[in-house]
């Protein structure tokens, strides 16, 4: 029998989206936070596949030390990830009022002190769409390294073969206690949120994979 409370990025960050979700996309965004927690199947958009695709393209790269080939843009992101260690389980567990709470994530690249993530798009809107979220912060209180980047690719057409532009998007960790005094208190609104909305046995028996 398991007793853990799983935490990811992408549970803090769909709630975040629920929470603050129009009220024209609220439904769309409640239905999706309950197949997350449900772990319902879901299929795969053509962005993200291009995404997954351009992941591995570059991963390959750098195992083949292929710093020469590709776009000039390609090669700064490929010269950016070498070297690293790529596709790392990251997981830690913290105590919350008296409760087990697992964090866990994979890294794309990581480095001593460093974790990079590759991230795709087709329209570049800035690094706070990025920063807002919680994956660099979760990241760095699991593995306790001090520095995040993420690399942003910039596709310059919608067939996402070309870029158009690398963005780096860098986060220094605050401190430990300061990442806890962030995500600590998002959890418990989280955690109150599916007591009021009777999803905890979902949360707790589905995702979490407590029998």
Not at 135 to 148: A, E, M, P, R, V
């Amino acid at each position: 029998m398991r007793n853990q409370l799983l935490i990811t990025p992408t549970l803090l960050d769909s709630f975040d989206f629920l929470m603050t979700a129009p009220p024209a996309w609220r439904a769309r965004a409640h239905s999706s936070f309950v197949a997350m927690l449900r772990r319902e199947p879901y299929k795969s958009s053509k962005a993200a596949d291009a995404g997954i695709a351009f992941e591995r393209t570059v991963y390959r790269a750098c195992r083949q030390q292929a710093t020469t080939l590709g776009s000039e843009e390609f090669k700064t992101v490929v010269l950016s990830c070498i070297g690293g260690k790529f596709q790392s389980v990251l997981k830690s567990v913290e105590k919350i009022d008296d409760q087990e709470v697992v964090f866990y994530g994979k890294s794309d690249v990581e480095f001593t002190n460093t974790i990079k993530d590759i991230k795709t798009t087709g329209t570049w809107k800035g690094p706070d769409s990025y920063l807002k979220k919680w994956q660099h912060k979760i990241y760095l209180l699991i593995s306790g390294k001090q520095y995040f980047d993420y690399i942003i690719v910039e596709w310059a057409d919608d067939n996402k073969c070309t870029i158009k532009n690398v963005h780096i998007v860098p986060y220094t960790s605050p401190g430990r206690q300061a990442l806890l005094d962030e995500i600590y208190p998002a959890i418990a609104k989280l955690f109150t949120y599916l007591h009021n909305e009777l999803l905890w046995d979902d949360y707790y028996f589905t995702f979490s994979n407590n029998k």
